[in-house]
């Protein structure tokens, strides 16, 4: 499946969000675009999906920027811990 790209216009429509709060983000290093040779930011459909949890954080939940910083930094650990479980249990035991 070829993966899709939107750019920042688009990406703020799909989420329901001004382009400005998805400038913020970035600059707060809770999303990470790719870009293109042009240096235009280019949006996945997983940067949707992490902007709309995010969304989901402030709006839903209340939660202020710096608590979504550091739950996001949660969440990024805690899937790393996980994969180093799995590679652990895939092991022959006495390894």
Not at 19 to 28: A, G, K, V
């Amino acid at each position: 499946m070829e993966k899709r790209f939107y750019s920042i216009k688009i990406a703020a429509a799909l989420c329901g969000m001004h382009e400005q709060s998805l400038r913020m983000y970035e600059r707060r290093g809770l999303i990470a675009p790719q870009r293109s040779v042009g240096n235009i930011r280019r949006f996945s459909d997983d940067d949707v999906e992490q902007i709309r949890f995010i969304k989901r954080l402030i709006d839903d939940l209340g939660v202020n920027l710096a608590g979504v910083e550091v739950i996001l930094h949660m969440r990024r650990q805690m899937v790393e811990l996980q994969q180093q479980i799995a590679a652990l249990q895939e092991l022959p035991p006495g390894e």
